[in-house]
């Protein structure tokens, strides 16, 4: 992610080479031109940063992890560009290819990937998700105005668990669709119109997984509780109740219906092509009180990991749509 001085310059049009001119290492360059190459193919320009992409806290290597199967092949290809800190651009519906002045292809406006300042992309954020990484994010300051620390169910492990736990409250959640609680026969621990919980989350009955598993508090137990609440193979009988995790049902539609972490845990582990199912827990500081915006992006860049807001992933979803 980190492109730092001589980034390749890329420009890509459909059925035409990469043309690329760049002092940049040769492994960054293939890299480059690999995502370029796959984004043409879709009539998408790509086109390299001098620097590391503004409010991106990650500087680390992307590695080569690809998203999931269920992630459409074009989303895919934007992820992997956006986390090499490319700039992507399409068509304009309708235009005819022009050049600039440069001579380069031109496709008219930009794809306005929402960001707010200081924080990662929505992309970047995903591709994070897919490799199994936990990300940062924040709700609005007129709602909870707290962050939560998120990561794929499918993929928790131990370690990850024990990292959540050390800076969390370590009321370790679970968001999940509807379909799959009912699937697993978990209920709602109150029905609606008994929850008195200030944001309406729907906490379910608490599950620890009947294999695998002591005491089901430890980090492993958790995580292998959480891996079976990930596994459409699952069934009803696998869990213990109650138990020590907490499984959500999150609002059907995801972000655009309830702008909820939640639905937010939900969505990024769908749209990074994961089980569609997150783990999140509220990140404190050292005197436990909650974290804030500027305690947040500290976090994030202490512990490199991407720190986005749930606005920003509305605003991605609708542009998503719309494209």
Do not use: W
């Amino acid at each position: 992610s980190n492109m730092g001085t001589g980034a390749a310059c890329v420009s890509v049009c459909k059925g035409q080479k990469v043309c690329s001119q760049s002092t940049a290492a040769p492994a960054l360059r293939g890299r480059t031109s690999t995502a370029s190459l796959r984004l043409g193919r879709r009539g998408l320009r790509v086109q390299a940063a001098a620097s590391p992409v503004e409010g991106h806290n990650d500087t680390r290597p992307t590695g080569g992890r690809r998203l999931g199967s269920r992630a459409p092949p074009a989303a895919a290809a934007v992820y992997e560009a956006e986390s090499l800190g490319l700039h992507v651009s399409k068509p304009a519906e309708g235009s005819v290819l022009n050049r600039g002045v440069n001579g380069s292809p031109d496709y008219g406006t930009p794809i306005e990937l929402p960001r707010s300042p200081g924080f990662s992309t929505i992309p970047a954020a995903l591709a994070a998700v897919a490799r199994g990484e936990s990300v940062v994010v924040l709700d609005d300051e007129d709602r909870e105005n707290e962050g939560d620390l998120i990561l794929a169910a499918d993929r928790a492990t131990p370690e990850a668990l024990a990292f959540m736990v050390r800076y969390t409250s370590g009321v370790v959640c679970v968001g999940m669709r509807g379909a799959d609680l009912d699937r697993l026969e978990i209920p709602l621990m109150v029905e609606d119109k008994a929850n008195e919980d200030a944001m309406k989350t729907a906490f379910t009955v608490t599950v620890d997984a009947k294999l695998g598993t002591t005491t089901g508090i430890s980090a492993a137990d958790r995580s292998v509780t959480i891996n079976a609440l990930a596994s459409q193979e699952s069934v009803s009988s696998d869990f213990n109740k109650p138990g020590h995790i907490f499984p959500l049902r999150a609002r059907e539609g995801g972000v655009i219906t309830r702008p909820g972490h939640t639905e937010a845990a939900v969505d990024l582990a769908r749209l990074s092509g994961c089980f569609p199912a997150g783990v999140l827990c509220e990140l404190v500081n050292d005197d436990g009180s909650m974290s804030r915006t500027p305690d947040l992006l500290q976090f994030g860049y202490k512990h490199r990991l991407h720190v986005v807001t749930i606005k920003d992933l509305v605003q991605y979803i609708q542009t998503q749509e719309l494209m």
